[in-house]
């Protein structure tokens, strides 16, 4: 059975840094490209950022580019979110999610597995 969990979030103020992780579990990690989304109150869940497989590729939303940075372990069957210069507009649950495929996408839909989401707050 397949298991993402976040972890990693926490209250911080505008500003700051935060990285959250993803450890995931019954799937071959390798195979499979990762992405964070995220889901603020009120709003719809929207893209963030994703990896490919091996790592080489990455893509982001407008929003968090040259703020956010997206990385994986391939030991420690895990995926990273390093965000930094937080706004107090990256306020939400944070969810990593993983795709059986070659490449990437940006679509929700595509995703075959969940985690439950981590919650970052941003204060200002």
């Known amino acids: 059975q397949v298991h993402l969990v976040e972890s990693g979030g926490g209250l911080v103020q505008a500003g700051g840094s935060l990285r959250v992780s993803c450890a995931a579990s019954g799937v071959t990690f390798s195979r499979y490209a990762m992405a964070w989304f995220r889901q603020a109150p009120g709003k719809e869940r929207e893209f963030v950022a994703t990896i490919t497989w091996n790592g080489i590729m990455t893509y982001y939303a407008d929003s968090v580019k040259g703020r956010f940075t997206i990385s994986r372990d391939g030991a420690k069957n895990t995926v990273y979110l390093q965000m930094s210069s937080l706004k107090p507009e990256d306020t939400a649950v944070y969810y990593c999610?993983?795709?059986?495929?070659?490449?990437?996408?940006?679509?929700?839909?595509?995703?075959?597995?969940w985690g439950q989401g981590t919650q970052v707050t941003v204060s200002s």
């Open positions: 999610a993983a795709l059986r495929s070659d490449y990437y996408s940006v679509r929700q839909n595509d995703y075959e597995y």
